[in-house]
């Protein structure tokens, strides 16, 4: 008699170890005897930048919802990430915020609303050693997937074909499932082409928005009451906005960012010029003084680009997840936290499946995950779509217009009341839902207390 297990098979697949992979692997390790992470970089020993993920230089917010999911995934993570330098935030009081009109007001207690400000180098590599350590995890590193295996009546997937790229080498592996997370540049829709399915139809916003990234040495001194500071765009005419945050090894990570082409240059006087033209001068007046530590560094793909797996038929027992289905513009800061919401559906879809089942169903997890993709989408796409410049924007539905006016208000209200700017940030990073925003004493408050404060004296807290 073969022995009783609780695990769902032998061998489970993940194509791509950054964020989304990392995840799915602690996710699937509990359900499968083995788990392979396939990833065609050299992993780092140390937290660096690496060319598999060209956006590992820019700045990465950890929203509190996606940091609370890691957590739960890893109990040690935040020790880890305070041992190796990251830097904890209380969204509700160490963000500075400013959009039209002024900074917002910040609460005076502790709130929930908490995460790390780091490195995105750091943070991948601090949730890489959590997983290294798991005993059924296997990376199998310098290896590209070039194509997905499949049963002879082409129903199933049952395994990856993949290029070793450093003995130049092709070879086949066998699984039971396979997950792609190999992020913006996935293949997975050709490779299921090839295997004679219609691959995803995929909707593509683009704001034609640019980076431009340096890091500078904080000096003693210079030590500020925010860790992270954003000076945002406003929609439709003023497109430029910059971004500051400390980060470890008293550094901070500065971004400058244009929408419709607008983009950051990358000279360093004309990278001050352009921090010069923002609305307020805090962020110049900051980097002005700082020594720089880093070249500046540029990044341009940030189009919003979603596969819908949802709406066509798929192989069983291949599934994917992460910007690999739903890539979002990078400035509303969703991105990790989408991946690491995913993970979840997928460890809930895992959990309803029978042990040893022949044939996972993909298309119930697509359409699982589609429903949570979906407000972070709304949210990108709605907000890109208010730039002219925006190729594939969406029409604005009457509802979609009241809901924008009823927010800007409300992000004016920000400037005054700390606790109107707390609920904006739980909706914003995803721990409550937008129907915080409408509570009774939410909308009196934004409706009919105060005034819209248009003192440009007001830009400095
Ligand atoms: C400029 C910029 C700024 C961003 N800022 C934020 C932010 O502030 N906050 C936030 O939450 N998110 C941000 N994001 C989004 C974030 O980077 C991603 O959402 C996150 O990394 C999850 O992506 P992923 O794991 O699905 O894919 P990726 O991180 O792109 O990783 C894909 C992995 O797959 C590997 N791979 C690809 N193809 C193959 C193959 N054929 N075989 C083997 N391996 C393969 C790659 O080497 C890589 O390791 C930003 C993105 C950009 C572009």
Not at 71 to 92: S, T
Request: charged share 20%; hydrophobic share 35%.
């Amino acid at each position: 008699m073969p022995e009783k297990t609780d695990k769902l098979g032998n061998h489970a697949i993940v194509i791509g170890g950054s964020i989304a992979g990392l995840l799915s692997a602690r996710v699937l390790a509990d359900k499968f005897e083995r788990v392979t992470i396939t990833e065609r970089d050299q992993l780092p020993e140390t937290p660096e930048a690496r060319k598999g993920v060209p956006q590992s230089s820019q700045p990465h917010i950890l929203f509190a919802r996606g940091y609370s999911i890691l957590e739960a995934l890893f109990p040690e993570i935040g020790k880890e990430l305070h041992a190796a330098g990251a830097i904890p935030i209380d969204w509700a009081r160490e963000f500075h915020h400013y959009n039209p009109g002024g900074w917002n007001a910040t609460a005076e207690s502790a709130s929930e609303l908490v995460s790390f400000t780091c490195t995105r180098p750091l943070l991948e590599w601090t949730i890489r050693q959590q997983v290294s350590q798991l005993p059924n995890v296997r990376f199998l590193k310098r290896c590209r997937v070039i194509g997905l295996l499949c049963n002879p009546s082409r129903t199933q997937v049952t395994g990856i074909s993949v290029r070793h790229l450093d003995e130049s080498t092709t070879d086949e592996l066998s699984a039971q499932l396979v997950v792609d997370a190999s992020g913006r540049t996935s293949q997975a829709p050709h490779w299921i082409e090839n295997l004679g399915f219609t691959p995803p139809p995929a909707t593509v916003v683009n704001p034609f928005l640019g980076y431009a990234t340096r890091r500078y040495r904080i000096s003693p001194g210079e030590q500020s009451d925010w860790k992270v500071l954003l000076v945002e765009h406003t929609p439709p005419h003023n497109t430029r906005l910059g971004y500051l945050a400390q980060v470890e090894g008293e550094e901070c990570i500065a971004t400058l960012g244009g929408y419709g082409g607008d983009y950051p240059p990358l000279d360093n006087e004309e990278f001050l010029a352009f921090a010069r033209s923002l609305p307020s001068p805090k962020f110049y007046e900051t980097i002005r003084r700082a020594q720089p530590t880093s070249p500046i560094q540029a990044h341009r793909a940030t189009a919003n680009r979603m596969y819908h797996y949802e709406r066509v038929n798929l192989p069983a027992n291949f599934v994917a997840l992460g910007d690999a289905v739903c890539a979002l513009c990078p400035v509303y800061g969703q991105g990790m936290t989408v991946s690491a919401m995913s993970a979840m559906v997928l460890q809930d879809w895992l959990g309803r499946q029978k042990a040893n089942s022949h044939a996972f169903n993909s298309s119930r997890f697509q359409k699982r995950l589609a429903q949570s993709n979906a407000q972070s989408w709304l949210v990108a796409t709605g907000q890109d779509s208010r730039f002219p410049t925006t190729q594939g924007a969406s029409k604005p539905s009457w509802f979609t217009r009241l809901f924008r006016g009823y927010t800007d208000r409300l992000v004016q209200r920000t400037h005054e009341d700390a606790e109107l700017h707390t609920h904006l940030m739980e909706v914003a990073q995803m721990v409550k839902s937008p129907a915080v925003l409408f509570h009774p004493q939410v909308v009196l408050k934004t409706l009919l207390e105060g005034r819209r404060s248009e003192s440009v004296s007001s830009w400095e807290k």
